[in-house]
């Protein structure tokens, strides 16, 4: 069963970084577009970053200029590096993988890992 595995959310100062990851376990054929998103209280799920398999990019506009999406394909992992973070950066954010396996090829969501921006 394929599954995406996140780490690295936590609590931080305004001002600071936290970088995420989330990986792909299983046999997997081929990752396409991946990305992350988040969910605040109260708010809706929003798209934050997009990466293509060429590795084109998009970024939300509240994130841009701070936030860098990446990924290593031999790791089958995706990587959101957060910097100059703000409180309103406070949310649950989850990855999602566009991926090919011997089950398909589907869309896929980690678990989810909270990220709280607080003095």
């Known amino acids: 069963q394929v599954q995406l595995v996140e780490s690295g959310g936590g609590l931080v100062q305004p001002g600071g970084s936290l970088r995420l990851s989330c990986a792909a376990s299983a046999r997997i054929f081929s990752i396409n577009a991946m990305g992350w998103y988040r969910h605040a209280p109260g708010k809706q799920r929003e798209l934050v970053a997009t990466i293509t398999s060429s590795r084109t990019t998009t970024y939300a506009a509240f994130v841009k200029g701070r936030f860098t999406i990446s990924r290593d394909n031999a790791k089958k992992t995706v990587y959101l590096q957060m910097t100059s973070l703000k409180p309103e950066d406070t949310a649950v954010y989850y990855c999602?993988?566009?991926?090919?396996?011997?089950?398909?090829?589907?869309?896929?969501w980690g678990q989810g890992t909270q990220v709280t921006v607080s003095s």
């Open positions: 999602n993988a566009d991926i090919r396996s011997a089950l398909g090829r589907r869309d896929y």
